[in-house]
């Protein structure tokens, strides 16, 4: 990626899945499976989608509230493993190894924050090929979940940028409250677990519907 001068951001950061990993349906069918497996309402495909990039608490809180203690740890366990059972085979986003290269080579600093516990973004990260190419990430474990600004006023002060230095890049609305909470800009991706019309309706900076078109974008505006 070219360098730009003036440079506008010096922090890019990414939501991990819907974003640079394609886990929407995995994730998705996986907690309406799981709310089955206890004897709830199976959620709508839409719901399911909905609260992909909370922290698992709050998601299965939302798709079947009012649980017990006891019930959901069932519906804990039982989520796991239908995501466990096809986690291997969850990819990256095609071309999303080759833009996280560019920009790193470009000389941005690169962040995660997602919804993931760290355990498993760790095992994420490695199985996707990118040990090393974030500076910096945070998880739902590890303070608040989105859209609470907690994740990326964590990573701005440990990478010491400022937030109108920083961007966040995400599928969901979640992804783009968080950046507005935080003070930061946004771009919205259309390619994963909330749909267009809605994460317009945040105000991202835009709304894009590739990969290359991120790619496009960040050419130009970042």
Known sequence: MAELAPRRYRLIVFDWDGTLADSTALIAGALQNACV?????RPSLVDA??????????????????????????????????????????PLFDGAALLLADLDAAGFLLGVATGKTRMGLDRAIAASGLAGRFHATRCADE???????????????RLAVEPRETLMIGDTTHDLDLARNAGADAVAVAYGAHEADGLASRGPLAT???????????????
């Open 49 to 90: 989608r909905y609260v992909i990039g909370l922290g698992l608490a709050d998601a299965l809180a939302h798709v079947a509230p009012g649980l017990t203690a006891d019930q959901s740890r069932e519906l804990t366990g039982h989520y796991r493993r239908h995501y466990l059972d096809g986690e291997a085979a969850i």
């Open 37 to 41: 497996a206890i004897g709830r309402p």
């Open 208 to 222: 894009v519907h590739s990969l290359a078109e991120l790619r496009g974008w960040l050419a130009t505006h970042a």
């Open 143 to 157: 303070g608040f979940s989105k859209p609470h600004p907690d994740m990326l006023l964590a990573l701005m002060d």
